[in-house]
């Protein structure tokens, strides 16, 4: 079955801005394909403030979350594969959601191609 983490992190988010909260997005900001101001990580992590009037052209999909926010008045890209975010809760009460890290991939053969058997390697990709 596909993950559950991106349908929980939209189903989420929509509830937390019908509730008239503010949505935060917690990132491992070191994992492979992850796009952040590097200057505004602590502890490996990053905490960014998805609400529709900070962000825009929010885009939450199956693969990951994409929108461009301002970092000191600087308009920036941000990119985060789906399993990088590590939570999504409301800042003004802190209900949301946690998610385990993701796990390592599945290892390959001897000969250095991927296990068959294991799920395919998802991906990211910017389309403008």
């Known amino acids: 079955m596909k993950s559950s983490r991106p349908y929980l992190v939209r189903a989420l ?3 937390i801005v019908d509730n008239g909260c503010t949505p935060y997005v917690l990132i491992d900001a070191h994992a492979p394909g992850v796009e952040v101001p590097q200057q505004y ?3 490996g ?3 960014l403030n998805v609400s529709p009037g900070a962000v825009s052209e929010l885009l939450i999909t199956n693969d990951g979350i994409s929108f461009r926010g301002r970092f000191g ?3 920036v890209d ?3 594969p789906i399993g990088a975010v590590l939570g999504i809760y ?3 009460n802190g209900q949301g959601m946690v998610f385990e ?3 390592a991939p599945p290892p390959s053969d001897d000969d250095g191609r991927r296990n068959p058997s294991a799920p395919a390697k998802r991906s990211l ?3 403008k």
């Open 13 to 15: 988010y929509d509830w």
């Open 41 to 43: 990580v602590k502890d």
């Open 45 to 47: 992590q990053i905490v």
């Open 125 to 127: 990709r910017v389309v």
């Open 90 to 92: 409301a800042r003004e």
């Open 78 to 80: 941000i990119l985060a």
């Open 101 to 103: 890290p993701e796990r």
């Open 73 to 75: 008045g600087i308009a």
